[in-house]
């Protein structure tokens, strides 16, 4: 079969990863993929069995000879602007169980639960595992991190705390609080010895279409801080002591809210991590990694079923 996935795939960030990701499965099967960037000025209208619209639609795309058009949204970041199109989708593929109790009173059975997977980055003989938290923010401004910060600004906490940010608005929150260390950006070599040398990861997002940085962490069998909200505590893997607690909620039309969590949440969240034994500690390294491969096992036979020729 021809497919043409239709995205941001040169972002840099998850759609990148999330294109590169299904073009290698595609073509491990047999398929022929052509990808296209989202919105270009001159798209070449590759001649399609199926065309993928990951989180984005171009709407240019409905055209004769193409014969089926997936979606496989992250529903934060659908607009209204796209609804005129959701009844030529003969597949949405949702990454998460949120992701499908949205859409399917949009499209009904049309909407089929997929799962995703992450990068895996396990290399447990790499380094040794250190008691440090990690929060990786990226250039988003949806993980929260202004309350990570407040909380180790404001409680004084105690316990090293790595930030990756690059994003100059994200950056300026991060400066000059003790025991905080800001890193502009790792290397993909850098990424994989920290998520592994790191046994906490700090990643209370507003929200996740899949949430990669959650899954490789993880993988890596780290011990994962994360939003007492859907999607975020439904994923395999995690430890219900380590849910942090949603403060506010703010509407993020058409879909879903924006789930917001507080310094006091965050600190009492660190704080029961890093005062768990170690033998319960390994308990949820051992746990978060089998979560992981759970989860990425389900998926791929669930995609095998979707593509089989």
Known sequence: MKFAIVSNITNGAGLQRDYELLKGMLEAKGHTVHGEMFNSNNPTFWPSDVVIFLEVV???WFRPGMQQFWLVPNSEWWYPMWEPFVRRFSKVLCKTKDCLRLWTPKVGAVATFMGFEANDFY??????????FLHLAGKSETKNTLAVVAAWRQ?????PLIISAFKP????????????????????AQVRRVINECQFHIMPSKYEGYGHAIHEALGCGGAVLTTNAP??????????RLLIPVEKTTPRPPLT????????????AAKRAWEMRDDTLAAVSENARRGFLEDRDAFRLAFDKLVTL
């Open 257 to 268: 809210y924006f789930y917001e969590v507080g310094a006091t949440g965050v600190a009492q």
């Open 169 to 188: 608005c994200i950056m300026n929150l991060c400066r000059n609080i003790p025991n905080v260390t800001l890193v502009t950006r790792f290397d993909e």
């Open 155 to 159: 409680f004084r906490l105690p316990y």
């Open 123 to 132: 290399k447990p003989e790499m380094v040794e595992r250190k008691k440090i």
């Open 231 to 240: 999607p975020m505590n439904e994923f395999s893997g995690l430890d219900a």
């Open 58 to 60: 171009d709407p240019r």
